[in-house]
């Protein structure tokens, strides 16, 4: 089994990046792929894991560096792991005005089983984006 993390931009002019409908689609899709993981929005920034079978991930992912919404899209850990550290796929959003501190609470319960270096990375993310 494959975990991939990769961070993007939203493409400033995209249109359709409403990240429920993102959720909604991407659902559809890694159940048909076996994919799980987490993604994380707060907006403007995507950081997301997904877990599942190499070549359904790595097709996942490919689709996602195609897609015009994002830019600036950079893989930041691909390993091989024997079982998923996010269990079922999850979504932490932000959301204007709210609260912060359950923002980055909700993102470290989510990350709570992912590897320390992934865990950290999206403990990180969350608390430096806490001011965007």
Do not use: C
């Not at 990240?19 to 950081?47: C, H, Q, W």
């Not at 980055?104 to 965007?132: K, M, W």
């Amino acid at each position: 089994m494959l975990q991939l993390v990769y961070v993007s931009s939203v493409r400033p002019g995209a249109q359709d990046v409403d990240p429920a409908m993102i959720l909604e689609k991407s659902r559809v899709n890694n159940t048909r792929d076996s994919i799980t993981g987490l993604l994380y929005s707060d907006g403007t920034r995507f950081l997301q894991a997904l877990e599942g079978p190499a070549e359904k991930v790595q097709a996942a992912y490919t689709r996602i560096k195609a897609d015009p919404r994002h830019r600036a899209v950079v893989m930041l850990s691909e390993r091989a792991i024997e079982e998923r550290e996010f269990g079922d796929w999850a979504m932490a959003h932000k959301t204007p005005g709210s609260d912060e501190q359950a923002f980055i609470d909700r993102v470290s319960a989510l990350a709570a089983s992912a590897s320390p270096n992934v865990r950290a990375t999206f403990e990180s993310f969350a608390q430096v984006r806490r001011g965007a």
